[in-house]
């Protein structure tokens, strides 16, 4: 039987990467199994002795505690029970991990491959139906955004695809296995694919993580690999490529999208009615800024951010983030305003101590998963939605707890 939990678990684990990217809503459903298949193991003793890094899982679970305090002084019960509810996986996916069977390198690899394969059939999937509305309409804006991305957020599908370009970096450049020509051409295929997928899907913040994301990997593999002269032409060759889209690409959505957020970045009489992602963002951090000084230590509760940040909203007449009830669009905010220095703390932490052990470990694919959750979580509250923490809970938990090897 315990030969049959084991199996039952690589594969659970293994679904939950395959519908990450393209159905959602079974995720929690697989959850929810896989949850039922640790409890029915048993023997919890043992495997929590033989548990790995239960510091940092105790830090999940710390974090998920303070939302629930943060409970006792919220007044908007109904939205702090809906909160918890999405953070839910913050208690469930470390432990469950941590006292579980650890799985081999190539089952690990498996996993993240039928990630990767999910992500590659969501943006083929996405491109079929973009052209169908295209040979409708005419109308070339249909390839991009919103209407490129309908299963998700444009955000979240950009951070998945981000992540699947970081595993194919990784197979290319960082694997100790023998690689046939013909695997290396499919992977960089894939990878091309999948960038022009971010650009496709006008993600700002996507696009960002994925240019900086490419030159620290190029930097840090010539400099292990001494391979000087294949570096910098790989570098080059980005450059070029990088110049070549800013010059080509002037009539299309990314582009105008970029060019409007630059002139709001640096304009100082903003329309204070604008729902412009940009202004939006700078409004609201000044908004969340004013209540969380207000309320420091605590916190306005998990329940009463979005109340309380409509009613600074209103004072400070934002009239387009009322009219949208936007939240802070920054996560390490939204967690300040919600649960004061304690929450953020907290949440620091949660990066920083996986981070230190990931640097540790040389876990070069947990280094860029912190690296593109950071610099999502300064423009996106990005774990206040279940395909957020979905995301993030599940590659933290099985990147520290499910390889049974470095």
Request: charged residues 15%; contains cysteine; positive net charge.
């Amino acid at each position: 039987m315990r030969f049959s939990f084991e199996k039952n678990h690589f594969y659970l684990t293994g679904a939950i990467a395959a519908f990450l990217p393209v159905f959602q809503n079974l995720v929690p459903i697989t959850i929810a199994v896989l949850f039922l298949n640790w409890l029915v193991q048993g023997r919890f003793k043992t495997r929590f002795q033989q548990a790995r890094n239960l510091r940092i899982a105790g830090l999940f679970g710390m974090f998920y505690l303070v939302h629930i305090i943060g409970m006792i002084y919220s007044e908007n019960l109904q939205h702090g029970l809906f909160d918890l509810q999405v953070k839910l996986s913050f208690l469930i996916l470390p432990i469950i991990y941590a006292t579980s069977h650890r799985f081999t390198s190539r089952e690990l690899h498996l996993i993240m491959r039928a990630f990767t394969l999910s992500v590659i059939l969501a943006i083929l999937y996405s491109l079929v139906d973009c052209h169908f509305e295209f040979i409708e309409h005419n109308n070339w804006l249909l390839y991009y955004g919103s209407n490129f991305s309908k299963h998700m957020h444009l955000g979240y599908f950009a951070l998945h695809i981000n992540l699947a370009i970081a595993f194919v970096l990784h197979e290319l450049l960082f694997s100790n296995k023998a690689t046939s020509f013909i695997m290396r051409l499919v992977l960089a295929l894939a990878l091309l694919l999948m960038m022009i997928a971010i650009f496709l899907s006008t993600s700002k913040i996507g696009l960002i993580s994925l240019v900086l994301m490419l030159l620290g990997v190029l930097f840090f593999w010539t400099a292990k690999s001494k391979k000087w002269i294949h570096g910098i032409l790989l570098l080059t060759l980005l450059f070029a490529g990088m110049a070549t889209v800013y010059n080509t690409t002037a009539r299309t959505a990314t582009y105008q999208r970029f060019e409007l957020a630059l002139k709001n970045l640096f304009k100082s009489d903003l329309d204070k009615s604008s729902v412009e992602s940009t202004t939006t963002r700078k409004f609201a951090w000044q908004a969340a800024w004013q209540v969380f000084s207000d309320n420091p230590i605590l916190g306005v509760g998990t329940g009463d951010v979005k109340d309380c940040l409509v009613e600074q909203y209103e004072a400070m007449g934002y009239s387009g983030l009322v009219e949208k009830r936007f939240n802070p669009h920054n996560q390490f905010i939204q967690t300040a305003v919600a649960l004061g220095l304690m929450g953020l703390t907290l949440l620091v932490l949660i990066v920083l101590n996986p981070l230190e052990w990931a640097i540790r470990q040389r876990n070069i694919l947990m280094i860029l998963l912190l690296f593109l959750f950071t610099l999502y979580a300064f423009t996106e509250s990005v774990i206040e939605r279940q395909a957020g923490v979905l995301f993030t809970v599940y590659f933290v938990s099985i990147f520290i707890w499910g390889e049974n090897s470095k």
